[in-house]
C-alpha cells in the first residue's frame, strides 16, 4: 500500500503525514507514506487544496487533515 501526502511541507501537511502513520498502526497494516511537495506532481491529482491524501492511486481526502482514526476507514 502507498500512501502520499500531497502539499508544500507546511504544518498541516506535517500533521496529515503523521496521522497516516498512525493510521497504518491503527489498523495494523503494512504500507509506505511518501511526501509529495512538487507542485506538478501534485496537480496531476486534481486537487484544489492542499493537504491531500492519496492511497494506492486513488485521492480519498483534500484541503483538511482528517484524524488518524477517519484515515483508517480509508485502508
Given amino acids: 500500500m502507498i500512501i ?3 502539499g508544500p511541507g507546511c504544518k498541516n501537511c506535517q ?3 503523521k496521522n497516516a502513520k ?3 498502526v491503527l489498523a495494523g497494516k503494512e504500507g ?3 511526501k ?3 507542485m506538478m506532481e501534485i496537480q ?3 486537487i484544489m487544496s492542499t493537504p491531500g491524501l492519496v492511497i ?3 485521492v ?3 484541503g483538511r487533515v482528517p484524524k488518524a482514526k477517519e484515515i483508517v476507514t480509508f485502508l
Avoid: C, R
Fill in 44 to 46: 496531476k491529482y486534481g
Fill in 22 to 24: 498512525e493510521a497504518l
Fill in 15 to 17: 500533521n496529515l503525514e
Fill in 60 to 62: 480519498v481526502v483534500s
Fill in 4 to 6: 502520499k501526502v500531497l
Fill in 56 to 58: 494506492d492511486e486513488k
Fill in 32 to 34: 509506505e507514506v511518501q
Fill in 36 to 38: 509529495v511537495t512538487d
